[in-house]
């Protein structure tokens, strides 16, 4: 919380003309010696003094509190907390407009009609960051025009705060599940505890002797014991490749590449969404470099590592579209390449490149999560 | 309330004290009634089924015309330009009244009524000004802070389609510290008002302004005057002066004997008096000392010091006690210099007559010789008069008149002697009477008093004395003015009304120049003129009066360096000791005329001041934290569960006798649904202090209390 400052001083069009029929009354009074003229002047002298006090009293000792949720998502509205608490002991603070200011989208201001003395008022609102990335609200600008509205006392109340503003995400359900994903083509490639049949073995010692298949062992003349595929999670790794656009690549068509490699970026952290939520277990790539799996945050780590990911860090083109992690598991590779660029990924249960990537996209926006 | 009704209604309030403030001004009763009607609709319009909706270019066109029609008045017409100012600015407060819907209308209602405000300051001087002018400040801080939060929310929510009604129906903004709050910042603007009103450096430029205010006109005082003007204006109780004397109080005996003269007329034509001579004659001040004088002072006379309040009158007229020798401004060297002509004329008939039209110079300090025409010198000198011949001449010869005088005047020689016998013989012989008198329509009024009724009021018994003085070769005149007053105890003033307006005779005698003769009966014993009874409220309310002008009206740079002075000088003196104190004192009282007692008086009445101000503070501070506070309730203080009931029952909801309280308010949720459920909670509450013999902590009684509130507001 930090206390206001400075105060920036206006008057207001209605104390301008206030302050003008003050001074045309003290002309005329000092004009006609005309002393109730000098009363009115008095009275209108002191509405000005009065509020140039007032209004600044109803400033002092202020301080302003922010809250956001700890993670964003661009495009996506959050409930934003402020807290005014007015420090005075005994003089509340009256008619504040407290606006935030930061790369946000809403800068509409909020309105408090009293923060009472040794008191707190909150305040709640909507607001949305339209980008991905590390976004910033500098502080708030608070004003009163308390109580005349004649002089407007305005402060800007620093108070920084870096948020993370995670890529838009959408629901890939419907794309997904069109995938060969979700077709049963896929296995996960390991025996273990789980319903599919695997494959046939001699008993060993140990082995549960309800497995025994009797069948094979009546053919074999050998003890034969049933193995499982293992229902455990199935892997997925997202790949993406991402490449610059060339510098030569100027207005509408840098615009457009531009706003691919978001939508690209926007996609993977959707589908990774989606994927850990249907019990996946996922792994990403950026641009042939693994993404840290380590520790329980995982996916914070990667939802962040898709929100920090400068354009100017990618490289300037890609030759051919790989992947460093293991051939076996499923592959789902994102990429701007163009259409023809070599592809060293097995097991690709999706891949998708700029071509119908606008198509993709205003579906997912018909449906967005 | 709501916060809207809250704001209509400050603003409905504030057009109305401005209004009130033109309407004690001008006294337009219909004008005001139609004015309320208006206003009274205007606030009834969303509720009434009638509504007057006229199209713009109507009230556009309706404006344009008015407004060419008042100019055309005022260049061409009656030349009223505050008349016709007001009338438009009325107008134009009709048209939003009628209209009203944005905050920018209401804005613009609250500027006519401050113009209104500022109408009444300039037609006016009265202290009744003083009352709509303090209810203004009041509503003035209440309306333009509410109006500030309406604007300032409406300005936060930009051209967002957010629900406002929240907002304007909400009670909770608007609450009873709120509106404390709101009275005490008015407080303030009152003291901060006075503040600025005083220290503000006073100077009367007095370019391109002539004073238009509403002076009181009265009958008696113009050129020419009917027999019976000073009889009517005897039957009104309005003041005319207050008259201050610096140099010693007067008893009620020798105020009865003070003539206040005004001016005198020499010519009768059987029904009225006029003057022949209109010559004038400029007497400006002395630029050294401020003053005019006016005739020399006999050789040890008395000086007679007052300081004259006039009310506004119509008649410029200096009035003072008889016989005036000078006159004297407060004003300043400035003043006098951007002002070329302060002063006065004086006409051949003694009066003098006040140069500038400026209210201010209806303050004056007069100096008189009360004794100056009643002391008579006898003189064995031929007798000589210097004086016109219109002062012999008598309207028509009447032998019964003559006849009369001369058997008056039978054996004497002397023309005072002569005068006084007739004096005499007025008084011994009529009698007064303040009732119109009706004679025959061929009857001259001066006979029909003298020979027929034998009574009458006192302009009838200085006309015959007059007359009767003309026929015995006397030059003579008929003098008006006041007689006596009122002395106001409080202030220690004399109050002269119209009721004492008086009628007297004065005559040229050889070698003592004009005497003053009052032939009207039980004049010189001190009769009481039928002046109205001067009540212990009305002595307070003039009293007011006269410190409202002294101390508003009539406040000038002058003064303000004044009481600058003696704050200082009683700051200086209460801290110093006691050797210095007399030191300074001796300082003082030679620098300044002021008794040194008056400087601690007023120092020490300041810091009273601030000190009482600031016990105020204190009481209200403890009075808005015991609202705000709740305090620990003890076992068995279950008053709370009483002004539970007290609530339920205003809904509508009793609690029978046979319910325990855990019934009852089962009952009442059953009844009235979940929002009433805090019921309950007090339910628990007192059964835990009434049977549990439990405390309740403060943080629990802060709820209680919120919840009974709640409960209010459901």
Request: charged share 25%; aromatic share 14%; net charge positive.
């Amino acid at each position: 919380m930090s206390k206001l400052s400075r105060r920036k001083f206006k008057i207001t069009k209605t104390g301008y003309a206030f302050m003008l029929i003050t001074l045309g009354m003290g002309i005329a009074g000092l004009n006609t010696g005309n002393n109730l003229l000098y009363l009115l002047f008095g009275m209108m002298l002191s509405f000005i003094v009065l509020s140039g006090i007032l209004s600044d009293s109803s400033m002092r000792r202020l301080s302003v509190k922010r809250e956001v949720p700890q993670e964003l998502t661009a495009n996506a509205y959050f409930p934003v907390k402020i807290t005014l608490k007015n420090d005075k002991r005994y003089i509340p603070s009256y008619s504040l407009s407290v606006e935030d200011v930061g790369q946000q989208q809403d800068h509409t201001s909020r309105f408090v009609v009293k923060v009472p003395a040794m008191g707190t008022e909150d305040i709640f609102y909507f607001s949305r960051f339209a980008e991905r990335g590390l976004k910033k609200y500098s502080g708030f600008k608070v004003l009163t025009k308390y109580p005349f509205g004649l002089i407007q006392k305005a402060d800007f109340l620093k108070e920084d705060m870096d948020v993370l503003v995670y890529p838009e995400i959408f629901d890939v359900s419907g794309l997904l599940h069109s995938s060969a994903l979700y077709h049963g083509e896929y296995l996960s490639r390991q025996k273990g505890v789980g319903v599919n049949p695997w494959g046939l073995r001699s008993y060993q010692y140990g082995d549960d002797a309800r497995l025994i298949h009797w069948k094979s062992t009546a053919k074999r003349g050998d003890w034969m014991i049933k193995e499982f595929e293992s229902e455990k999670k199935m892997r997925v790794i997202l790949d993406l490749n991402l490449s610059k656009p060339a510098s030569t690549v100027v207005g509408y068509s840098r615009k457009a590449a531009l706003d691919n490699i978001e939508k690209l970026i926007s996609l993977c952290a959707s589908m990774l969404i989606y994927l850990v939520k249907t019990n996946y277990e996922v792994k990403m790539t950026i641009n042939g470099e693994i993404i840290s799996s380590r520790g329980r945050g995982y996916i914070t780590n990667y939802m962040r590592s898709l929100a920090l990911l400068k354009i100017e860090d990618l490289p300037p083109g890609i030759e051919k579209l790989e992947s460093p992690l293991d051939g076996e598991s499923m592959h789902i590779l994102m990429t701007n390449a163009p259409s023809g660029t070599e592809r060293f990924v097995e097991n690709l249960a999706m891949f998708v490149n700029t071509r119908g990537l606008d198509a993709i996209y205003q579906e997912l926006k018909g449906v967005k999560a | 309330m709501t916060f809207s009704s809250y704001f209509k209604l400050s603003s409905y309030l504030l057009v109305l004290c401005g209004f009130s403030a033109l309407v004690i001004t001008r006294f337009f009763t219909l004008f005001a009634f139609v004015f309320l009607l208006i206003v009274m609709y205007s606030w009834n319009r969303e509720k009434i089924g009638f509504k007057i909706k006229l199209p713009k270019w109507f009230w556009n066109a309706l404006t344009l015309a008015y407004f060419f029609y008042a100019s055309y008045d005022v260049f061409f017409g009656s030349g009223d330009l505050i008349g016709q100012g007001i009338n438009f600015t009325v107008y134009l407060q009709v048209y939003k009244l009628l209209n009203l819907k944005s905050n920018r209308d209401y804005f613009h209602m609250y500027i006519l009524s401050f113009v209104n405000l500022l109408s009444a300051s300039i037609l006016t001087e009265s202290i009744v000004f003083a009352v709509p002018f303090l209810i203004y400040i009041v509503l003035a801080t209440w309306t333009f802070t509410l109006y500030n939060l309406k604007v300032q929310y409406e300005e936060s929510l930009g051209k967002k389609n957010e629900n406002r009604t929240e907002f304007y129906s909400s009670r909770k903004i608007i609450t009873r510290k709120f509106l404390l709050a709101t009275s005490l910042l008015s407080l303030v603007l009152i003291v901060f008002t006075s503040v600025i009103f005083f220290f503000f450096p006073r100077m009367s430029l007095g370019f391109f302004y002539k004073k238009v205010g509403n002076r009181k006109s009265m009958a008696g005082f113009s050129e020419e005057i009917d027999l019976g003007s000073i009889g009517s204006i005897m039957q009104n109780s309005t003041v005319v002066m207050r008259v201050e004397t610096p140099n010693g109080s007067v008893t009620p005996a020798e105020l009865e004997r003070i003539y206040w003269r005004g001016t005198a007329f020499d010519s009768y034509d059987g029904k009225k008096w006029g003057r022949t001579s209109k010559e004038k004659e400029k007497r400006l001040i002395d630029v050294l000392t401020g003053a005019v004088k006016l005739a020399e002072y006999k050789p040890g006379a008395k000086v007679f010091v007052q300081r004259i309040f006039l009310e506004p009158l119509e008649t410029k007229i200096v009035f003072a006690a008889d016989e005036m020798k000078g006159i004297k401004w407060e004003k300043l060297k400035i003043e006098r210099f951007l002002r070329k002509e302060i002063g006065v004329e004086k006409d051949i008939y003694g009066t003098s007559y006040i140069l500038s039209s400026l209210s201010a110079d209806q303050k004056y300090y007069a100096f008189s010789d009360l004794d100056a025409k009643t002391v008579y010198a006898p003189s064995n000198e031929e007798p000589v008069y210097p004086v016109r011949a219109s002062y012999f001449e008598v309207p028509y010869n009447d032998d019964r008149i003559a006849g009369l005088v001369s058997d008056i005047t039978r054996d004497i020689t002397v023309d005072y002697e002569k005068a006084k016998a007739i004096e005499r013989y007025l008084k011994g012989n009529y009698s007064y009477s303040d009732i119109d008198l009706n004679f025959e329509a061929d009857q001259r009024p001066l006979e029909g008093f003298l020979f027929d009724l034998g009574r009458g009021h006192c302009e009838l018994f200085s006309t015959a004395m007059v007359m009767m003085l003309r026929y015995a070769g006397i030059p003579s005149r008929n003098v008006v003015g006041f007689r006596g007053g009122n002395i106001n105890e409080l202030g220690n003033y004399i109050v002269v009304r119209q009721s004492d307006a008086h009628s007297w005779v004065e005559a040229y005698i050889s070698g003592n120049g004009w005497m003053r003769f009052d032939p009207t009966p039980g004049a010189a014993e001190g009769f009481q003129l039928p002046s109205r009874s001067f009540g212990v409220l009305a002595k307070y309310f003039d009293y007011l009066k006269l410190r409202w002008y002294k101390y508003v009206i009539d406040y000038d740079l002058r003064a303000q360096a004044r009481y600058a002075r003696m704050f200082f000088a009683g700051a200086r003196k209460f801290f110093t000791t006691a050797s210095a104190v007399k030191q300074q004192e001796e300082e003082i009282k030679e620098k300044i005329r002021y008794g040194s007692g008056r400087y601690r008086k007023i120092f020490l009445m300041s810091l009273a001041s601030i000190i009482v101000a600031f016990v105020l503070f204190m009481l209200i501070r403890v009075f808005l934290r015991r609202g705000s506070r709740s305090k620990k309730l003890q076992a068995g203080q279950v008053d709370f569960y009483m002004r539970m009931l007290k609530i339920l029952r205003k809904k509508g909801i009793h609690k029978q006798v046979s319910q325990t309280p855990k019934e009852f308010s089962k009952k009442v949720l059953t009844k009235r649904g979940k929002k009433y459920g805090f019921i309950e909670d007090i339910t628990e509450d007192y059964y835990s202090l009434r049977f549990g013999g439990n405390a309740v902590s403060k943080q629990r009684a802060k709820i209680l209390d919120e919840n009974l509130r709640r409960l209010k507001e459901l």
